[in-house]
């Protein structure tokens, strides 16, 4: 679905610049480092494996305005991988998938920054768990996090929130898709995605 509106490319690149170079990668990093200098080399090459692969994925998709579902699923998973690397304590949902279509294409770097924020929010809690789910039928993809917090962003990922926002925005205003979002009704947020 290829789309030349100049605002659409830049929330694109801007979405991929928010994800390079957050917190998290450079975390990833700074743990990867403390591994070699304590000489746990399995930990530090496994991690690096998934970063490797987090990036790679990344990269590949910051040219793509649509990308497939299976891919987008692929990303969550390792990221939620390197996350429960960095917070072992602490258990990243297994992300349940309902009547997936892994050929279902959904915007680029849109779901990673509302399962991002519900994690950061569950870290601050002392809750056991929470639990995200996805869903497609036909052209519809929907996101289901369940958290129970009073709070609806972290700090750390209100920026990118709000290009996953604006990335929404511009991509319906061109027509290339519907959205609704919803904070806090029967579960923490709610995200539904059609293709036209």
Known sequence: MPNDNPHITNSLLNSFKAFVGSHFLLNIINGIQSDVILKAHKSAFDTLQLFNRVYKLALKQSNEQFTRLEETLTFLTVYGALEQIRFPNRKFPTIKIDGINPENSIP?????????????????????????????????????????????????????????????????????????????????????????
């Open 108 to 196: 680029t770097f849109v779901l990673q920054p509302f399962v991002e924020n519900a994690w950061l929010l569950f870290l601050e809690t002392k809750l056991h768990s929470f639990n995200i789910s996805i869903s497609t039928k036909d052209n519809t993809c929907s996101l289901l996090i369940d958290l129970k917090t009073n709070a609806q962003t972290h700090g750390k990922t209100n920026a990118k929130i709000e290009l996953a926002f604006l990335r929404l925005e511009l991509l319906q205003d061109a027509g290339l898709l519907t959205y609704s979002a919803n904070w806090q009704k029967k579960s923490f947020f709610s995200l539904t995605i059609q293709t036209l």
